[in-house]
């Protein structure tokens, strides 16, 4: 299983792009790199997934550089709605990936 | 489109008591499906993960057990609940045998036991 390391915590204020990088050294050739957001009181919700390069939603951007022994996650122009946690998740959920591992993600704050 | 649902959203039990959370998957068949604890602050704990009708794997031993009657319908249960079994308790379903795709959570199930 491929362990994940985050920061802990990070602040941003509005209006800004905030990046948030996670290490994955151990990661496996099947495994795909994804992200969730968490508010409190809720479960996490679905944000991004990648394998390899950069992947972009509407709502935010992956890099993975060539190695995928880490992964950025990108939020542009944040508001103060986006405070939230931020998990990276490394895994295969059609072979075992299910024992994916959430770690204790990031925290941003986003202030005014 | 898929839902999935979970009650109820709060729920305090007293020491001793039983248990049973249930959750409900819609518009998907054979799914992958999960139970997650998370204690305040912390980040989610794998309990339970169920790859069909009456299979079970757990991750971690506890005082909590679960079962897939149906196979969209994960239940977590308790025969005497303690105080460490307080916390904020979330199902997930995921597509069954892909490799690309993630979890969907449900809204979750806040238990204080006192």
């Known amino acids: 299983l491929a362990k994940t390391t985050q920061p802990i915590s990070m602040d941003s204020y509005e209006g800004q792009e905030v990046n948030i990088t996670c290490s994955h050294n151990?990661?496996?050739?099947?495994?795909?790199i994804t992200w969730y957001q968490q508010f409190p009181s809720q479960g996490p919700r679905f944000i991004i997934q990648?394998?390899?390069t950069k992947v972009t939603n509407e709502v935010a951007s992956l890099f993975i550089p060539a190695d995928r022994k880490s992964s950025t996650l990108s939020l542009p122009r944040v508001s103060l709605s986006d405070t939230a946690v931020y998990y990276c998740?490394?895994?295969?959920?059609?072979?075992?990936?299910?024992?994916?591992?959430f770690g204790a993600g990031t925290r941003l704050f986003v202030k005014a | 489109s898929q839902t999935i649902h979970q009650w109820p959203a709060t729920l305090v039990q007293p020491v001793g008591s039983p248990l049973s959370l249930e959750c409900t998957v819609e518009?998907?068949?054979?799914?992958?499906l999960y139970w997650y604890r998370q204690a305040a602050g912390r980040g989610l704990q794998l309990l339970f993960y169920?790859?069909?009708?009456?299979?079970i794997s757990s991750e971690v031993p506890q005082n909590l057990s679960a079962s897939r009657p149906q196979d969209r319908q994960f239940i977590l249960s308790s025969k005497k609940l303690l105080l460490s079994d307080s916390g904020f308790y979330l199902c997930?379903?995921?597509?069954?045998?892909?490799?690309?795709?993630?979890?969907?959570f449900g809204s979750g199930t806040r238990l204080t036991v006192v």
């Open positions: 997930a379903w995921s597509v069954r045998d892909r490799g690309q795709g993630g979890y969907t």
């Open positions: 151990n990661i496996a050739t099947n495994d795909y």
């Open positions: 990648g394998y390899k």
């Open positions: 998740l490394v895994g295969d959920l059609g072979t075992g990936g299910f024992k994916t591992i």
């Open positions: 518009g998907t068949s054979n799914p992958n």
């Open positions: 169920s790859v069909g009708i009456g299979q």
